[in-house]
């Protein structure tokens, strides 16, 4: 996370992201779309990874939106972006996202299309993971990312704790803690993150330890139950989890 309120140290000037669009055109809705979304502070996007076909057909982006706390308080600070051009016609298309972690970002571009192993982030921008568990649950976040819908996040720029929270809820009803919390906070003075994983069993429950993490009143995060397929009887199906209504920040 490059947070606007604490750089990271300097290592070397701030990349440009640069969409190579000179040369395309697009009707007005989506030129419209594209300049009020991206173009309107492309001088504030940071590109923390990016993709390019061979042919030009596709791009990926992951970017850094430095603006983001201008806005509204907890915004996510990631935007991931899927450029497409079609190079006969001279037209470009686009999807974008607002997300609050780069595995997210990540996630959202590969199952786009984008190569897994061609989307990794520049580890000279942003805090690096402090330890394996963060390396490993990144991973697992940018791969798996489509088996959850996020439905809530925020992110706290204060220096003195920087934090992100999100929750999750399970796309497959018998997952085992159908919700989750991922939680990410930055070491400011080892200049190195952290993120952990918590399971919850209703919406309730995990939007609650997100205010409570937020005001800095957590206790520790609940472990995710394992997987109890294996252990119940063959021919014995598990009822489907109630679906909490949602809840709207």
Known sequence: MLSPTEPAPARKSLPQVDFELDDFDADEEMYLDFYRQVAVREDMLVPLAEHHTPNGAHSYYVLFDRTATLGHPGMPQYVAIHLKRDREKETFD?????????????????????PPDAIGLDPELGPPPADETTRALERRLAGDGDHYAMGYSYTCDDPDDMVTVVALRALDERAPSPFR???????TDAWTHTLREGGFDTVGEALQWCDDRLTGEAGPLPPVRPAAAAS???GVAKAPASRPPGRSR
């Open 181 to 187: 919390v991922v939680v990410k906070e930055v070491d």
């Open 232 to 234: 119940r009887p063959a």
């Open 94 to 114: 686009f999807e974008q996202a607002l997300l609050p972690l780069p595995a997210m970002a990540q996630s959202w571009l590969i199952h786009r299309g984008c």
